[in-house]
């Protein structure tokens, strides 16, 4: 996994500009705030800089397909990999061969309990029933694994917004219900804070996995040429 500081790396924009596609570059066009404008870009740019070290290509080279949901992937399905932004942080998650789903967000107050009780029924009267100190981090906490877990898939969110209290109480495996398939028994979750406010889940469609972290800089930009695409960590960027 990669974190990016969208804020402590604006010097990269101009550069990582020139390595986005067209149509990227159009998503960016509707965010009404130059600020919004610049975060989605450059968590994009990003994206491009640390795929293409791992396929020994140049970031502007890098070619995606979308699934029916949205979901990027690689024209050539060497690698999966998945990115979530909130606020100054994004985080790329890549995986050799198996499906793989990230999300991150900034923990915040002004959660609404009563929006909550509306689309999630069930998740709220498990979230009730916890200390009121508790809640908003066990909100969050099953947030991103649900969202990490939709993304993984190539669903669209509300597939699992009426099943949120199913994330609630895990530990590592994903639990189905009996008449599941043994793929589906086989999705792991980890979650993990990229930096103090934030929550954030992995989800990758296998027992366990080992997990590497790394941070992202400007000077990544470059594409580091023979780079072993079989580690999970290569290239110059900084392992933490």
């Known amino acids: 996994m990669w974190r990016v500081d969208l804020n402590g790396n604006v010097r990269a924009f101009p550069a990582l500009l020139q390595t986005l596609a067209p149509h990227e570059l159009a998503k960016a066009s509707p965010l009404r705030l130059e600020r919004d404008r610049e975060r989605y870009l450059l968590a994009h740019g990003a994206v491009r800089s640390i795929v293409a070290r791992y396929l020994d290509t140049a970031p502007g080279e890098v070619t995606f397909r979308y ?12 690698l999966h990999f998945s990115m979530s932004r909130s606020h100054d942080l994004a985080v790329v998650a890549i995986g050799r061969s198996d499906p793989i789903g990230v999300d991150i967000e900034r923990v915040r107050d002004e ?18 029933g916890l200390p009121r100190a508790s809640q908003r981090a066990a909100f969050f906490r099953a947030w991103t694994r649900m969202e990490a877990y ?21 530990h590592n495996v994903l639990q189905f219900p009996r008449h599941a398939t043994s793929t589906e028994r086989g999705w ?10 934030y929550a954030g889940a992995l989800a990758v469609a296998r027992a366990d996995c080992a997990i590497r972290y790394w941070r992202w800089s400007a000077e990544d930009i470059v594409s580091v040429k023979h780079c072993d695409s079989s580690s999970v960590g290569c290239g110059s960027g900084t392992q933490v």
Do not use: M, N
């Not at 309990?113 to 998740?123: D, K, L, S």
């Open 150 to 170: 939709a993304k993984a898939r190539g669903e669209g969110l509300e597939a699992s917004l009426d099943a949120l209290e199913r994330f609630l109480d895990l």
């Open 67 to 78: 699934g029916a949901q949205g979901k990027p992937e690689l024209a050539r399905g060497l």
């Open 111 to 128: 959660v609404d309990a009563e929006v909550i009780r509306c689309f999630a029924p069930r998740a709220w009267h498990v979230l009730r």
């Open 188 to 197: 792991w979750l980890h979650d993990f804070s990229p930096e103090t406010g």
